[in-house]
């Protein structure tokens, strides 16, 4: 059983940054990761999402803000967030591809309010 734990999430201003953090329990190495973002209200999206080569894309919405990165040392998968918008407020969650099934953090909350 894999678990992924998110951190980093909190409450920022317009134009801030954020940086968050998705640490799993086991080997993230031959695995795409991904983050997702669910609004109220709305379907889960996904955010931007990383290969187990090191490829990457994004949602156009967060295109030249939001960079995506893993460490596989330390079993960890990053999302910088830069200049945040009050529209990028939402739970966000990490999710690891896997052929015979995907997994899910538990999400975080960014909030972007003045």
């Known amino acids: 059983q894999v678990q992924l734990v998110e951190s980093g999430g909190g409450l920022v201003q317009p134009g801030g940054s954020l940086r968050l953090s998705c640490a799993a329990s086991?080997?993230?190495?031959?695995?795409?990761m991904g983050w997702y973002r669910q609004a109220p209200g709305k379907q889960r999206e996904l955010v931007a999402r990383?290969?187990?080569?090191?490829?990457?894309n994004y949602a156009d919405s967060v295109k030249g803000r939001f960079t995506i990165s893993r460490d596989n040392a330390k079993n960890t998968v990053y999302l910088q967030m830069n200049s945040l918008k009050p529209e990028d407020t939402a739970v966000y969650y990490c999710?690891?591809?896997?052929?015979?099934?995907?997994?899910w953090g538990q999400g975080t909350q960014v909030t972007v309010s003045s």
């Open positions: 990383i290969t187990g080569t090191g490829s990457t």
């Open positions: 999710k690891q591809d896997r052929v015979t099934r995907d997994y």
């Open positions: 086991g080997n993230i190495r031959p695995y795409a």
